[in-house]
Nanobody
C-alpha cells in the first residue's frame, strides 16, 4: 500500500508563489505517473499537471507557464511550484500516484488547501 502526504498549501496574495510537496511511503515500484489535481468548490476535480517516471510532463492550459511539476525519485516526492497565482487557482490540491495501465495502482493524498483571495 502507498500513502501520500501533501504539504505546502496556504493563503497567498494574487501574484504570489507557493510550492506543494507530496511524499510517498510504501511500495511505489509500479507507479509510473505522478500528478496534481485540484477541486474548487462546486466544481469537478481537474488535472493540473502530471509527470511520468520518464520525465514527460503534461499541464492544464490554465497553468502552463505559471506552474512547474518536478520529482525527486530518491525521496519519492513530487513537487508543484506555483507562480503568479490567481484567485481562480483557489482549490483543494490533491496529489496522485498511479499507473494508467494498471487500474489497481491509483493512490491519492488527503488534499491541501490553496487560497488566493480576489
Amino acid at each position: 500500500q502507498v500513502q501520500l502526504v501533501e504539504s505546502g498549501g496556504g493563503l497567498v496574495q494574487a501574484g504570489g508563489s507557493l510550492t506543494l510537496s507530496c511524499a510517498a511511503s510504501g511500495n511505489t515500484f509500479r507507479v509510473n505517473r505522478m500528478g496534481w489535481y485540484r477541486q474548487a468548490p462546486g466544481k469537478q476535480r481537474e488535472l493540473v499537471a502530471t509527470i511520468r517516471t520518464t520525465g514527460t510532463t503534461n499541464y492544464a492550459d490554465s497553468v502552463k507557464g505559471r506552474f512547474t511539476i518536478s520529482r525527486d525519485n530518491a525521496k519519492n516526492t513530487v513537487y508543484l511550484q506555483m507562480n503568479n497565482l490567481k484567485p481562480e487557482d483557489t482549490a483543494v490540491y490533491y496529489c496522485n500516484f498511479d499507473n494508467p495501465g494498471l487500474r489497481a495502482i491509483d493512490y491519492w493524498g488527503q488534499g491541501t488547501q490553496v487560497t488566493v483571495p480576489s
